[in-house]
């Protein structure tokens, strides 16, 4: 095509005779640069799916080349090399507040990607197989900044902000080098975070005016030296197929193991090709596998002696201090008074460890720092929404929302409260970055004096309840502000309240529901990620080959018995799955949680997603998020379509490729108050994950509602339940629609109660003694303004196509009562 010509007419002329510009443009400008001409060849998106081989349409051009490019430059020996930085849930979830979670999950995927440049540098970006790299922000930044390509596009904010790597990455390397390479990495990432640590050190020196000693310097060099685990497994690709089989199922117990591969391989002969190590790629990457494994269970035990009192974030660790402040009134002494008034990102009784300190402090003292101050300069944010202001969110959209419509009552009501807050805490206290889509909205509210809507998103959730202007906890926090003026503080604290209670009062004399006092916290996996990416849940090839060529092979008794076995896995397909993940953390899933709904993401890298929502919108987040994992969608609006999605997310310009519909995954939801300690609230999430996946048999979620009064309940099920082939009942569907009836007060919240206390003496009736039962129930607690075919419809759709569908299911009628609880909850908590 003309155009394929013309693009490599202009990377040519661009880049001259530079080789490694123009193999890098090839690498990650070819593509975009094809897609701009869509007009031109008409060929568009279709572009990124032109398949390598239209025998077997299960892999792009794209990935095909690339591994061949990896391979090539491998040759005549190519390895594995199989790296992994821990520890890495320890380290995300130790945190006292939300950006702690944040900046531990990006210090991560920076060193990530540390030790892939490393690897990208010597042998090229192609070389590493997952995850895919192409598009990464780190990546284009380098490629823009180091590399001095020209199309690629710098990374907006968002993107640069955003952590999307895993702690795991998978090369292919020349056997002769990829042990040193290996030990290289390793120590680049060692090297990376110390740089980190103690670019991080000396600004606190300076700030806080410490003139560090032996103590404070032995601690930074300790905590810091001993803290991180790096994890590597190097296996070499034998000539010999034959003679590595032999060894893969001499480590790898045959009954462990599907030994189809044998009959694939014996198949494959007979038809008259012949096999090579490559055709036992899946194997050698589950050897690797298996490799990195032991080498992680072999621990090297180091024994660190941590001294005195413990960290606030790292209970292992001891808080940073001077001589002679071992004790706790010496700790407390300078952390309240010597850290606390120079430090506005630490907050009032905290100590923290070196490590501790690196996290909260790493965005703003190393990536946003100038170079003059040994920092990167990065263009990042260097705060993140508290979950005060995940929590109430939906409120400030409902203000900005009646801000909009020239209400000057309102408008001088949020101005008095917006500047009164600002004046007694002062900027740093007060502001709390927004989650996007109330930015957005902000940014819209009022055009003529867009500063109000702006400073008043920006407030720290926090200060929308009156409990947060503690007097005697603002005078320790603003001690340094208001030391000569006590008095003042305390006046202008009083006037801040009676601000909040104007706003609060204007807003329920509007039927603005108050603030809620509860956000979510969503974790989901994908199910058997490791036998997806090991090639054990793949299709067979007559599944993937194409239907005319399958029609034509089936005469052939030989290639009738290969068709029914599994394809084996093979680079390209590794790096399609890799392509599919990659496209799934860095947009599906920022687009689902901040610019549709009242969410912020915390990470997403492939199939792992942590992201805190806002009640009012966390049903909805929580379908969209699964069912676009897998393409359960159909028609250019994305409608969920749980038995009949194309496998596809539809754009504006075409489409993303997703791991397709055999694939599934699970999710865990805690619901939490926002004051709740926040390591209590995460490994709620994570034990309601675990629950989906161990009890509930994957494909599933659990939620978990924490309340302030004390107990938690959890409420579990399937995504959906299919009865013969088609759908039975869309699970979280029927919650939203519980929800939504309780929340209109279409259907009074009494009935959840009732139902949970008659039905334990129904539990033993047939089905439909319970189903009239219910109907009854219900009939007793709808409005009595609905009409009798209103009735009827909201009868029958949560009644016969909801609950009672569930119950069929098998869910009991105890699981039942909690699923209405929960519907009920939510209404009141974000009732719109």
């Known amino acids: 095509m003309s155009s394929v010509n013309s693009v490599f007419e202009e990377i040519y002329a661009t880049y001259k005779a530079d080789f490694e510009k123009i193999y890098l443009s090839l690498w990650r400008e070819l593509l975009s640069l094809l897609e701009q001409r869509r007009e031109e060849d008409g060929m568009g998106q279709l572009w990124e799916v032109l398949p390598a081989d239209t025998r077997v349409p299960d892999h792009?051009?794209?990935?095909?080349?690339?591994v061949t490019s990896a391979i090539a430059a491998a040759l005549p020996e190519p390895a594995f090399l199989l790296f992994a930085i821990g520890p890495v849930q320890s380290f995300i979830a130790a945190a006292r507040k939300a950006q702690d979670l944040w900046a531990g999950s990006y210090l991560l995927s920076y060193l990530s990607w540390q030790a892939m440049k490393v690897v990208a540098e010597a042998w090229g970006p192609d070389s590493i197989i997952f995850p895919d790299l192409c598009g990464q922000p780190f990546v284009d930044l380098w490629l823009r900044e180091e590399k001095g390509l020209k199309f690629v596009q710098k990374p907006s904010r968002e993107e640069l902000s955003s952590p999307t790597l895993p702690n795991r990455f998978l090369a292919i390397l020349p056997a002769r080098a990829a042990r040193e390479m290996a030990q290289e990495i390793e120590e680049r990432v060692k090297s990376a975070f110390k740089e980190i640590c103690f670019a991080v050190k000396q600004r606190v020196e300076r700030d806080v005016g410490i003139d560090p000693d032996a103590v404070w310097d032995d601690i930074w060099e300790r905590q810091v030296s001993n803290f991180l685990e790096t994890y590597w497994a190097v296996l070499p690709w034998e000539n010999d197929y034959r003679q590595f089989l032999q060894v893969f199922k001499f480590w790898c117990e045959p009954q462990q193991e599907s030994w189809e591969f044998d009959t694939l391989v014996e198949q494959y002969e007979k038809t008259g090709y012949t096999p090579n190590i490559g055709t036992c790629y899946s194997k050698l990457y589950m050897l690797t596998e298996r490799g990195l494994g032991s080498r992680k269970a072999t621990r090297d035990f180091e024994q660190q002696v941590e001294h005195h009192f413990k960290c606030t974030m790292f209970a292992e660790l001891e808080p940073v201090h001077l001589e002679g402040q071992e004790n706790f009134r010496g700790l407390r002494e300078f952390w309240n008074e010597t850290m606390l008034p120079k430090l506005p990102m630490l907050r009032s009784g905290e100590r923290l460890s070196a490590i501790a300190l690196t996290k909260r402090l790493a965005a703003a003292y190393y990536f946003k720092a100038s170079k003059e101050q040994k920092g990167l300069d990065w263009d990042i944010e260097t705060s993140f929404p508290s979950t005060s202001t995940v929590a109430t969110a939906a409120f400030k959209q409902r203000i900005l929302d009646a801000l909009s419509g020239g209400d000057m009552g309102l408008f001088k009501i949020l101005n008095e409260y917006t500047n009164q807050v600002r004046k007694l805490l002062g900027d740093d206290?007060?502001?709390s970055l927004p989650l996007p889509k109330v930015a957005w909205v902000a940014s819209r509210a009022h055009k003529r004096v867009p500063d109000l809507p702006r400073d008043f998103a920006r407030l720290d959730g926090d200060w929308l309840f009156e409990e947060s202007f503690n007097k005697r906890a603002l005078q320790r926090e603003l001690a340094e502000k208001w030391r000569d003026d006590l008095s003042g503080m305390e006046m202008e604290r009083q006037k801040a309240v009676k601000a909040l209670d104007k706003l609060l009062e204007w807003a329920k004399k509007n039927s603005l529901r108050e603030p809620s006092r509860y956000y979510a916290v969503i974790v989901m996996d994908g199910d058997h990620m490791g036998k997806w990416l090991a090639g054990?849940?793949?299709p067979s090839l007559q599944d993937i080959l194409h239907p005319q060529v399958w029609r034509d092979l089936q005469s052939d008794p030989r290639w009738k018995v290969l068709g029914g076995t599994k394809r084996p896995l093979?680079?390209?397909?590794?790096?399609?799955?890799?392509k599919a993940l990659r496209d799934y953390s860095l947009h599906t899933v920022r687009e689902i949680v901040e610019k549709e709904h009242l969410g912020k993401l915390i990470y997403a890298g492939g199939d792992d997603v942590l992201a805190f929502v806002s009640l009012r919108d966390l049903l909805e987040?929580?379908?969209?998020?699964r069912a676009f994992f897998t393409g359960a969608l159909k028609g250019d609006e994305n409608q969920i379509d749980w038995m009949g999605g194309s496998g596809f997310v539809r754009t504006k310009t075409g489409f993303r490729l997703t791991m397709g519909m055999t694939?599934?995954?699970?999710?865990?939801?805690?619901?939490a108050h926002h004051v709740q300690?926040?390591?209590?609230?995460?490994?709620a999430a994570r034990s309601e994950e675990r629950r989906a996946k161990d009890v509930l048999d994957r494909n599933a979620f659990s939620i978990a509602l924490m309340k302030r009064s004390g107990g938690r309940e959890s409420f579990g099920a399937k995504w959906y339940y299919e009865k013969n082939g088609t759908l039975c009942v869309d699970t979280v569907e029927c919650l939203i629609h519980w929800r939504d009836a309780f929340a209109r007060d279409d259907v009074s919240p009494r009935f959840a109660y009732i139902f949970r206390h008659g039905m334990r003496a129904l539990a033993r009736l047939p089905q439909e003694a319970i189903r009239k039962e219910s109907h009854r129930l219900i009939d007793r607690h709808l409005n009595?303004?609905?009409?009798?075919?209103?009735?009827?419809?909201?009868s029958f759709r949560l009644l016969d196509e909801g609950l009672l569908k569930l119950f069929e299911a098998g869910i009991s009628l105890d699981e039942l009562a909690k699923f209405l609880d929960l519907a009920v909850f939510l209404s009141r908590e974000e009732n719109q």
């Open 60 to 66: 792009s051009i794209w990935e095909h080349r690339r």
């Open 429 to 431: 206290r007060a502001r």
């Open 536 to 538: 054990e849940l793949g």
């Open 570 to 578: 093979n680079p390209a397909l590794h790096l399609a799955i890799s």
């Open 621 to 625: 987040v929580m379908r969209k998020l």
């Open 663 to 671: 694939a599934s995954a699970s999710m865990g939801v805690a619901i």
């Open 677 to 683: 300690d926040l390591g209590q609230v995460l490994d």
């Open 784 to 794: 009595a303004r609905l009409s009798e075919d209103e009735r009827g419809e909201i």
